[in-house]
């Protein structure tokens, strides 16, 4: 409630987003039901879910240098990577947690409600997102660092993927050439292993992918962080304060 | 003040609402960042609507989705335009100066007002391209200037939203601003057809937009469209007398206790 309080974007993307895309598919097309419901609630959880990471993950810089504490951070006794790893992780669960229950209490009040077969594996794949999640968040923090409008290309960010990963629009929908894009977006495993995991049949090879996109984007976040290091501590060519 | 002062002073007002939004969207960000995720957004609620209800679904939800683009200008980030002077600690000298606050942030919003109305002609071009709509893409082109009015009805909304971001708790722009547009895409009919949840349609009522794709659809289905559209015109006036009631109201409080935050 405290973290509803202090950033009340997390309203934006862990209520009010999931609530108006369930009510529009809900009223626009009618009660969709099993797999389709499992299908659509997995979707709008990852889409509010990728919303959050997007705005709150990203910002942890920027929002370090507005406060004036990055110089702090970057120089600080703890490494920053682990600090931003903690920082990242936190920025997930919040809005994963928030948008997990406002899904589970709109399915119910749209008397949907989805029955998940294989809880412990739901659990695992939920876990993957989060954690999916957190390493591109410290990706994106780091890349926006580099540029005064992280805002801009926050949002530019999330309609591409909401299409590409074929969430609530399957893949079929977009000319053949561009849906091999959709390999590279983590939610597109995520969505694709929840929903076997809600049907009893957990699709491994999905989360297989999802694991090794977590690791490549994990990498790719801390080599950034580390061009980051270099160019605020060695090269001095980036502004902290 | 004179005609000459009045006119000179609102040729500044707009230079330096042109300015101040160049200042913080240079073209190539725009054209590289804000206009694509315009135009994506555009898209991927068309390509909803062909989901859930074939052609017929996926052309109702284009009509929807060029007025929902539209309030990305007009009701997110047009809490921007007065947000500036709080950030800059400037908005002493709008509620000093000699022309009323909301025109001039009327005014300083002109080039969000544009980026609208020019985002929604390039998503009825190309999104009604991409999704192979043809027929309709040139109905919707002749229906532009509604569309234009959609602008005008929206952006007074995003000003009143604005006006409580400005004197509300930091970091309220950004929520206010997305609330007004989610509030649109649930309640206005873009998605959703009027008629199938009452207290969406009782919400909708009230909101710009609504009565406007009233309009649009009653004209594209050959049937009698003006008092929708007169509907929509009275909407957006209550919206514009809210915004100059709020401003004028902040204003003269801030003035005479001196205690808001907003200096």
């Known amino acids: ?241 | 003040m004179s005609w000459a002062d009045a006119s000179d002073r609102v040729v500044l007002a707009a230079k330096i609402g042109l300015r101040e939004h160049l200042a913080d969207n240079p073209l190539s960000v725009t054209l590289s960042t804000t206009w694509p995720r315009a135009l994506l957004q555009c898209l991927f609620f068309t390509m909803l609507g062909r989901v859930i209800g074939g052609a017929d679904g996926q052309a109702y939800t284009f009509v929807g989705s060029i007025a929902i683009t539209i309030t990305l200008f007009t009701l997110v980030q047009i809490c921007d335009v007065p947000m500036r002077d709080r950030w800059s600690s400037t908005f002493y000298r709008i509620r000093s100066s000699e022309m009323p606050v909301p025109l001039v942030y009327a005014i300083r919003s002109w080039p969000l007002l544009v980026e609208g109305a020019l985002v929604a002609v390039l998503c009825i071009l190309l999104v009604g391209l991409f999704t192979v709509q043809f027929a309709l893409m040139l109905q919707l082109l002749a229906l532009v200037p509604i569309y234009l009015l959609l602008v005008l009805t929206s952006g007074a909304a995003g000003l009143t939203a604005a006006s409580v971001a400005l004197f509300g708790r930091a970091g309220n722009d950004v929520f206010v601003g997305n609330l007004g547009q989610y509030l649109i895409i649930a309640a206005s009919g873009a998605l959703i057809p009027p008629g199938r949840v009452a207290w969406l349609d009782a919400i909708g009522s009230v909101l710009p937009m609504r009565h406007g794709l009233l309009a649009i659809r009653s004209n594209l289905a050959g049937e009698p469209w003006l008092a929708h559209l007169l509907c929509e015109v009275v909407v957006g006036l209550c919206w514009g007398l809210a915004a100059v009631l709020l401003y004028t109201y902040m204003a003269r409080r801030i003035r005479r206790n001196d205690h808001d935050k907003v200096t």
Do not use: N
């Open chain 1, 1 to 241: 409630m405290m973290v509803v309080r202090a950033h009340p974007l997390f309203l934006l993307g862990g209520v009010l987003q999931p609530s108006v895309l369930l009510l529009v598919v809900f009223f626009a097309r009618g009660q969709p039901t099993g797999e389709q419901a499992a299908r659509v609630a997995t979707a709008v959880l990852l889409m509010a879910y990728w919303g959050s990471t997007v705005w709150q993950g990203a910002a942890i810089l920027r929002r370090e240098r507005l406060i004036g504490t990055l110089a702090h951070f970057m120089r600080g006794v703890r490494s920053p990577m682990l600090v931003l790893t903690g920082k990242a992780l936190g920025a997930s669960i919040a809005p994963a947690l928030l948008t997990s229950v406002t899904v589970a209490v709109m399915m119910v009040l749209l008397r949907s409600p989805i029955s998940v077969a294989s809880p412990g594996w739901f659990v695992v794949g939920l876990v993957a997102a989060v954690l999916s999640g957190t390493a591109l968040g410290t990706l994106l923090c780091s890349l926006f660092l580099l540029t005064r409008f992280g805002g801009q290309l926050s949002s530019a960010l999330l309609y591409p993927v909401f299409l590409l990963a074929g969430l609530l629009i399957p893949v079929e929908f977009f000319p053949a050439g561009i849906r091999w894009l959709g390999w590279f977006v983590s939610l597109r495993w995520a969505q694709q292993f929840l929903v076997s995991a809600s049907q009893g049949t957990p699709d491994f090879s999905a989360l297989a992918l999802l694991g090794l996109l977590m690791v490549v984007y994990a990498v790719a976040a801390v080599t950034s962080f580390r061009r980051i290091d270099h160019l605020a501590r060695v090269r001095g060519t980036l502004e902290l304060g």
